[in-house]
């Protein structure tokens, strides 16, 4: 570690800190149904759009209506998705001629990209034609962004709202969020890619002859459009199979610190955006600590374990002093390699700029923590706000089990039918990775897709998991997932992970909006302190760390004290 | 559900076309205009001829030049269809060795790479990155300690003084700006036109390389 090091860090967070302000107001105004300083120009386009799909602009839906709608738009995603890539063969800008997509793969990979997960069972230069990288997961990039915020949406407006049976009107939502935010972000920040060095053709490949004489095939296209949705939509699909690491996804340093910028962007701006909401600004720098310190502790453990690199290495010969080097860029360094790691698990992004299989044990299972916690510090666009609002509602209840009163949040009881929707929002999560997990390490087909054996091992099945039900997409890459066991049952941890979790919010979206809201009184327990911060804080622990605690120390716990004993697999 | 399909299926057209077409495309027409090298993958020509990206790194083998990291791409076995054959930097098919720390096949790799960094003419501790693959198997960068350790091999093989080669390499060497943002790194591509353009009688006019000033 070093000083240098710290500075960039600490000057990335402070950058997006200072983008998060302007981006909060323009988020707060849409989440209102106020106009931007954008609608002069897209009004029309809202109201052009309205009228084709037949949606009044007037009309709201109850929590129900607000879930069919979403349920409904998430099935067409999935099916044209679906068809684009099973047609790819026959469809133009194909360059290099690439093949359908079989069966298994193309449904992983549209539950992946519906879900905002972007979990890559397929190298994106040898699989996918540009058409179905633009049209297909392009879009989605944009559309489960903005599906992940509109349920954000629904759920503060539980909480604003008092005696009323609506929580918005999703397409109104869905619509107004890709308009006014992720596309002119996206238009923006691609540009500044380009201008880094991010390629933007229609190209396939290039042919180059080396100095030493041989052909190099170089593959190409239209990355930048891609890579810049990619991060501000917490998506993490990679237009290559290195993801970030990519040097035309990621030339450089500059680009290094703006895509961590753009990944952790609209999840904090969003919180901000929900302190807005709600009238008291200081709700949302109680949750933005408590988020701080989880990732803030995560990039500090992952830069320490990974400065100290390998021991096995080190016995060899190998210089210690650049930390451990094996899948990870010269460029970009131990420091803004850890950040990348924390802040893509953090969120639900899942993109790479260093493979996480190679990282050492600890330094791999700070990521693994983030995964299993439901990537919530500060969480996918979206979904991180409604996965910690859901950790508050349970932080009070146990606040009020303590003194024994009715617990309240933001001025509206919690009770029995919320605490169930609240468990059963978080409680799906270990059934699904541990079950899984567990079977697949009971199955020799799922073991013959192992790239690393011993604890590494149970290590790469479990971050699978944990990455698919969270929605993140990130991998421990060395796992082979295009067999028919892993498309299929890591896309039904993808769709669990994401519907299971969001119907449950979104019926406690209904559930507050018909409560009135109650004064806060002097037995009211405060939710803007330092009090509440480490409420959170111990209940994160107790909900996550300890119950995963067991698969752990199996993995990536056990395999550092092998690795301190030169043990090797 | 019904109720939703229209909007539904509406709503996905119309996005599909903004999000996956226009926005796409109007970004490819306006990038090719204005930042035609970037956008075209900061390519390097020499003599008429695509030599390479600047962003890429490729494959050295030779001691008269640089190498750079050892890379874990792969390639179709020409032989077999459904095997892979090692085919280092690779510029089709990024990857990582996604070994993990404990792995013998990482503690194997690195010792005959160590060896070979050794027979080079490498001495004491060898720099991390000399025998370890990258993330994307196409890192253009080398550190300067490695590329430093390899200045008495390239300069025996060519015949130069070593104090014109380390020069060059000092002058290569990218640092951190403001002493902040990013690493010190050496690229390997642009090092080794550099030390091709030494021997040349006019380098500046045979080498065409529209790179932006570092």
């Not at chain 1, 359908?100 to 994106?124: E, H, K």
């Not at chain 1, 944990?466 to 990130?474: H, R």
């Not at chain 2, 790194?57 to 750079?68: I, K, P, V």
Request: proline share 5%.
């Amino acid at each position: 570690m070093n000083l240098a090091g710290w500075s960039e860090i600490a000057l990335t967070l402070a950058l997006v800190a200072a983008l998060a302000i302007p981006i909060s107001a323009l988020i707060a105004r849409i989440f209102a149904g106020q106009d931007t300083f954008l609608s002069p120009a897209l009004a029309p386009v809202e109201r052009a759009f309205f009228r084709l799909a037949g949606v009044d602009p007037h009309k709201e839906q109850s929590w129900l209506g607000y879930t069919t709608a979403m349920l409904t738009f998430s099935a067409v995603g999935f099916v044209s998705l679906y068809a684009l890539q099973r047609l790819q063969n026959h469809l133009p800008l194909n360059p290099v001629g690439f093949d359908a997509i079989a069966p298994d793969l193309a449904f992983n990979t549209s539950v992946s990209f519906v879900t905002n997960t972007n979990w890559q069972n397929y190298s994106g230069e040898s699989t996918m034609s540009h058409l179905t990288q633009m049209l297909g997961l392009t879009v989605h990039n944009f559309l489960s962004a903005a599906t992940g915020l509109a349920m954000a949406f629904a759920l503060v407006r539980g909480f604003t709202r008092s005696s009323v049976t609506t929580v918005g009107n999703f397409w109104i939502d869905m619509t107004r969020i890709t308009l006014h935010v992720l596309l002119p972000l996206s238009v923006v920040f691609a540009f500044v890619l380009v201008a880094l060095g991010v390629p933007q053709t229609l190209q396939g490949s290039i042919d180059a002859t080396t100095l030493e004489g041989a052909k190099q095939v170089i593959s190409i296209g239209p990355v930048a459009s891609q890579e810049a949705i990619k991060e501000l939509g917490t998506n993490g699909g990679g237009f290559f199979n290195a993801n970030s690491a990519h040097p035309f996804e990621n030339p450089g340093a500059w680009s290094d610190l703006l895509e961590i910028v753009a990944l952790l962007l609209i999840p904090v701006a969003s919180v901000f955006a929900f302190g807005r909401a709600v009238g008291d600004p200081k709700q949302a720098r109680a949750i933005l600590a408590s988020m701080a310190i989880f990732l803030v502790a995560g990039v500090g453990a992952v830069y320490a374990a990974e400065t100290y690199g390998n021991p096995i290495l080190k016995t060899l010969g190998v210089d210690s002093s650049a930390g451990n080097m094996e899948g990870k860029e010269v460029r970009f360094g131990q420091a803004m390699s850890a950040l990348f790691a924390t802040g893509t698990s953090g969120t639900s992004t899942g993109a790479v700029n260093t493979m996480h299989d190679s990282l050492t044990p600890l330094g791999g299972l700070v990521p693994m923590f983030n995964l299993l916690a439901g990537c919530i510090w500060p969480g996918g666009v979206g979904a991180g706000l409604y996965g910690f609002l859901v950790v508050a509602i349970i932080a009070v209840f146990v606040a009020g089990l303590m003194v024994g009163r009715t617990p309240e949040y933001l001025g509206k009881k919690i009770e029995a039918r919320e605490m169930k929707l609240a468990m059963l929002a978080v409680l799906i999560y270990p059934l699904v990775v541990l079950g899984f997990t567990s079977a697949s390490v009971l199955l020799k087909t799922a073991l013959d897709s192992l790239n690393n054996t011993g604890p590494h091992g149970l290590s790469e099945l479990l971050y699978a998991y944990a990455s698919t039900s969270a929605n993140n997409g990130s991998a421990f890459a060395g796992l082979n997932g295009a067999t028919l066991w892993f498309n299929t049952t890591l896309g039904l941890a993808m769709l669990v992970g994401r519907f299971a979790c969001v119907i449950p919010v979104l019926a406690l979206a209904g559930a507050l909006a018909a409560k009135k809201k109650v004064p806060a009184s002097a037995g009211t327990f405060p939710t803007d302190g330092p009090l509440f911060v480490g409420l959170l804080f111990g209940v994160i622990v107790i909900l996550y760390l300890l119950q995963y605690f067991p698969a752990l120390s199996l993995g990536p716990i056990v395999e550092h004290f092998l690795m301190l004993d030169g043990k090797t697999f | 559900m019904l109720r939703d399909l229209r909007p539904a299926v509406v709503l996905v057209a119309l996005f599909t076309l903004l999000t996956g077409l226009a926005y796409p495309l109007a970004v490819t027409g306006l990038a090719q205009f204005v930042a035609t090298n970037q956008a075209n993958g900061s390519l390097i020509w020499r003599e008429g001829k695509v030599v390479g990206s600047a962003l890429i790194g490729q494959s050295f083998a030779s001691d008269r030049y640089f190498h750079g990291r050892p890379s874990a791409t792969s390639a179709a076995d020409p032989a077999d269809a459904s095997k892979t054959i090692d085919a280092p930097y690779n510029a089709a098919a990024s990857a990582g060795s996604n070994l993990g720390p404990t792995s013998a096949k990482l503690a194997a790799r690195v010792k005959a790479d160590l060896a070979a960094w050794r027979a080079g003419g490498g001495v004491g501790q060898v720099p991390a990155d000399a025998v370890t693959t990258s993330a994307s198997g196409l890192d253009p960068d080398i550190s300067p300690a490695n590329a430093l350790s390899q200045v008495a091999r390239v300069a025996k093989a060519r015949g130069f003084d070593a104090g014109d080669v380390r020069t060059l390499v000092e002058a290569s060497t990218a640092r951190r700006f403001l002493g902040v943002i990013g690493e010190p790194r050496v690229n390997v591509l642009e090092l080794n036109l550099a030390l091709d353009g030494l021997q040349q009688p006019r380098p500046s006019a045979a080498i065409k390389s529209d790179l932006e000033p570092k």
